[in-house]
């Protein structure tokens, strides 16, 4: 009983401290139009019917901002979206630590039911998602050639299908969003499946890699030949595969483990790639 209302209190305090989600497409998505309204279904930080996809900005303070911003793709094996330490605790951890962050509820393909596909619907999030977020680069106070994308576990998978196809936008496009590109400027792939799928051409985005030696074999051993990919191409990539941790480690405030301590590594990361300026 105890563990439940502990739960649920976590639950409560989660949602109310989170800021508003911004749909994707304020008429409906495209496919998903006659159930915009159909409201999301949530058991503790998960949620799933997700029909308006959306995201949810962490806007850094202007003393702290530093322009560059990341589009977060919580995992959830394309069921349900683990939207607590794969999405909005890490939200306002790059926001505290100067990086806007924009985290992404996609179309859910394989959530019992659903007629949706990765590819078509919540690849589709994705990319909508980044082109939202460059096309409001001036409001947000952001650097147009400086947003990325990161991905958990099934999001991971969004990530990296985000970063193999993309495209510049189209100039004569009614809709300003769709005049936007959807190259994501870097990507950061977390304990990311069907690494199998995964292609590498020369002048694809920049790779942060960070997962678990006790992972399945398809992601330990994937991230392992993805990083050995990327080598090959002579795109710039940087792997951490962390020994004593296995699949979903997220980022969880207070943790003292060395997986837990990887969004470091990632703005670390950013720094050296010369992706990410300290503000004066």
């Known amino acids: 009983m105890h563990r439940l209302l502990a739960l649920l209190f976590t639950a409560s305090s989660l949602l109310a401290e989170t800021p508003a989600a911004l749909p994707?497409?304020?008429?409906?998505?495209?496919?998903?139009?006659?159930?915009a309204k159909e409201p999301e279904a949530t058991e503790g930080s998960n949620v799933t019917n997700v029909h308006n996809p959306s995201i949810t900005p962490f806007l850094p303070a202007a003393d702290k901002a530093t322009g560059v911003a990341v589009v977060i793709a919580p995992g959830g094996g394309h069921s349900k979206l683990c939207l607590g330490h794969e999405g909005y605790a890490l939200g306002q951890w790059m926001a505290d630590h100067g990086i806007a962050a924009f985290v992404l509820k996609y179309r859910l393909a394989r959530e019992k039911g659903s007629t949706y596909t990765i590819q078509e619907h919540a690849m589709a999030d994705a990319r909508r998602a980044i082109r939202t977020v460059r096309s409001r680069a001036a409001e947000w106070h952001l650097q147009p050639d400086r947003i990325g994308i990161?991905?958990?576990?099934?999001?991971?998978?969004l990530?990296?299908?985000?970063?193999?196809?993309?495209?510049a936008g189209k100039a004569d496009a009614a809709d300003a969003?769709?005049?936007?590109s959807s190259r994501p400027d870097f990507q950061a792939l977390i304990y990311p499946g069907t690494s199998d799928l995964f292609s590498v051409e020369k002048g694809m985005p920049p790779l942060f890699i960070a997962c678990g030696y006790h992972d399945r074999p398809d992601i330990s051993k994937g991230m392992a030949s993805l990083y050995l990919k990327y080598k090959e191409a002579g795109v710039p990539a940087e792997l951490h595969v962390y020994s004593n941790s296995g699949h979903g480690f997220g980022y969880r405030e207070g943790t003292t483990s060395a997986a837990g301590a990887w969004p470091f590594r990632f703005r670390e990361w950013l720094v050296d790639s010369k992706l990410l300026t300290e503000p004066k």
């Open 159 to 167: 990530a990296a299908f985000a970063a193999m196809q993309s495209d």
């Open 24 to 35: 994707l497409w304020p008429q409906g998505a495209p496919g998903s139009e006659s159930r």
């Open 150 to 157: 990161m991905g958990f576990s099934a999001g991971g998978e």
């Open 177 to 180: 969003i769709e005049r936007a």
